[in-house]
């Protein structure tokens, strides 16, 4: 089946933030304008030379939809907040044991947080690595905290954040 999407309603966001993505045969195609007016805001945050940008547009409205599809899948990722508040609950643990415990999901985040720095866009590693989010020095913080815990052997039978 081909990539459809229909429009929330709503007027309080952009048309792209507007946009949901689905296979479901019973939402409605959007316009041929409404695509257009919504891929060409997508390319102008692409900041690209302006051959560049003139291929991209003059892409066909399948590769369009496909486009806008990632861009969604790409966008609603976890903020960096939610990856720190993981590491900064387990580290509030007042046992070695709730810290144990904690430390088993923190590995997936750990993976998770991994993805999103390799994948998101430049603005979301700016915004993990922003004052008000301390994300480095809160990484390391966390990094310090499970290798003392390693070290002690309080997770000798729990998954290691070492490959």
């Given at each position: 089946s081909s990539a459809q999407i229909f429009v929330k309603m709503g007027t309080t966001h952009s048309a792209v933030d507007r946009l949901r993505f689905s296979d479901d045969?019973?939402?409605?195609?959007?316009?041929?304008?409404?695509l257009e007016l919504t891929f060409e805001q997508l390319v102008a945050t692409?900041?690209?030379p302006d051959d560049k940008r003139q291929v991209v547009l003059g892409s066909s409205d399948e590769k369009k939809?496909?486009?806008?599809?990632?861009?969604?899948?790409?966008?609603?990722?976890?903020?960096?907040?939610?990856?720190?508040?993981k590491f900064a609950h387990v580290m509030e643990a007042e046992s070695t044991k709730k810290a144990r415990k904690r430390s088993v999901d923190t590995v997936r985040h750990l993976r998770g947080l991994e993805i999103s720095l390799r994948t998101n866009k430049?603005?979301?590693?700016?915004?993990f690595l922003h004052d008000n989010n301390a994300g480095l020095q809160k990484l390391i913080q966390y990094m310090k905290f499970?290798?003392?815990?390693?070290?002690?052997?309080?997770?000798?039978?729990?998954?290691?954040?070492?490959p």
């Open positions: 045969r019973n939402q409605r195609i959007p316009t041929r304008e409404e692409m900041d690209l939809l496909m486009m806008l599809r990632d861009h969604h899948k790409q966008t609603n990722q976890m903020p960096p907040k939610f990856y720190l508040s430049i603005s979301w590693v700016q915004d499970r290798y003392e815990l390693e070290k002690k052997g309080y997770l000798s039978n729990y998954p290691s954040i070492h």
